[in-house]
């Protein structure tokens, strides 16, 4: 088993642990350990909320939930030798549960705390449990599938430089002053309560604290971008923007369906990754890298047979939207659920079994004036009976 560099304890908050991660981004948050190019290492994660959501069939720690809390990161992890314009090359090796952790959730959040893609379809919050049964995940909440796991991080990145941090702000800051009162809000701006930033203290904890950019958002440097398909034995190649690259995980998922549409939409999950890191000297500049790419590794499940549920860009009401990819996908998903009731399931088990399960969606024509239409696969296996149309 590779070193662990980054314990964590599941009864202390992160705050709290013997080396604290961090839940904001932020280029002046100290490195809790150091490594040279080259090695190989775990770190232990704890789920994106910190421990809020138990196991349990109650949804009221999903209504309830501090969002201003998420996500924790396990990390900064200091390379030694990585200036800004490198590439780190990061190898995910390995991905597990915790051993006393083996279980994870999903939830759809309330409308006035977080909401998700189908916010106001599903306005209340709602919880499923899922229980690990080795490479499987089942759940109470939602009898009859049965879920393979595509374990990914949803959260990996480096930090930001102070100028990339200070864009950010600008033009997040700018979008919610566009519409101040909407709920949810168009972006989470910097916001000091609960915030965890390592070893900080003091004054200096102050000062960072009022500009650190929040984690929900992908942007630039990687970050939230929930990808199912970075899993095991993919390569990530990340830009680098200040010196010892400050690479930080979290959000660990042990699987997800594209796009991850009730927001904490995938199966939420403590647990342990291992990575292998290497350096690109000026990768940034040599290879034309302004966001992250990567390589899939080749674990990932077989499936044989889909359903796929069309959607296109006219909204519910009738009115037609120009080549409106989300509203296309919006109304994939929203068939894909109207089908899944007629087979005894609820609207919020079916939306969150979407969010759960590896479904495959896709962008499949964005030049057809003027509707684009997105598909949403649903894999027939995952299910206990035929779903098809007899």
Not at 325 to 332: C, D, E
Request: with cysteine; aromatic share 8%; charged share 20%.
């Amino acid at each position: 088993m590779p070193d662990v560099l980054f314990h964590v304890d599941l009864t202390k908050p992160m705050d709290e642990q013997d080396i604290p991660g961090h839940n904001r981004w932020h280029p002046d948050i100290p490195a809790a350990v150091s490594i040279n190019p080259g090695s190989i290492f775990r770190i232990e994660c704890k789920d994106w909320t910190d421990g809020q959501i138990h196991n349990n069939d109650d949804p009221s720690d999903i209504a309830h939930v501090d969002l201003n809390r998420v996500h924790v990161l396990s990390g900064p992890v200091w390379v030694n030798g990585a200036e800004p314009g490198d590439l780190l090359v990061v190898d995910i090796l390995d991905i597990g549960a915790l051993p006393d952790s083996e279980w994870g959730f999903t939830g759809i959040f309330a409308r006035e705390n977080g909401g998700g893609f189908l916010t106001d379809r599903f306005p209340e919050a709602r919880k499923a449990i899922w229980d690990f049964e080795g490479i499987y995940a089942v759940s109470r909440h939602i009898p009859g599938v049965r879920l393979p796991g595509v374990l990914h991080p949803g959260l990996i990145g480096c930090a930001p430089s102070q100028e990339l941090l200070d864009e950010w702000n600008r033009r997040e800051a700018e979008l919610v002053a566009a519409n101040p009162q909407r709920i949810p809000p168009l972006a989470n701006l910097p916001n000091p309560q609960s915030a965890v930033l390592g070893s900080l203290k003091g004054a200096e904890f102050d000062g960072v604290a009022r500009e650190a950019a929040r984690t929900v958002p992908p942007r630039e440097h990687g970050g939230n971008c929930d990808i199912k398909n970075l899993s095991k034995g993919s390569r990530l190649y990340l830009p680098v923007y200040v010196k010892g690259a400050k690479l930080s995980v979290g959000d660990l998922h042990f699987c997800q369906g594209d796009g991850e549409i009730s927001f904490c939409g995938a199966i939420e999950m403590a647990g342990w990754i291992d990575l292998h890191v290497d350096v690109i000297k000026g990768g940034m500049s040599k290879y034309g890298v302004a966001n992250p790419i990567f390589k899939p590794g080749p674990v990932e499940p077989k499936f044989s047979q889909y359903l796929v549920f069309e959607g296109i860009s006219v909204d519910e009401s009738g009115k037609q939207h120009y080549l409106d990819a989300h509203i296309a996908y919006r109304r994939a998903c929203l068939n894909a659920i109207e089908y899944l009731q007629h087979f005894g399931y609820t609207g919020d088990q079916a939306y969150l079994l979407l969010s759960a399960a590896p479904v495959e969606g896709r962008i499949s024509g964005i030049v057809d004036i003027p509707n684009a239409c997105c598909t949403l696969a649903i894999p027939l296996e995952i299910f206990d009976r035929d779903l098809s149309p007899a």
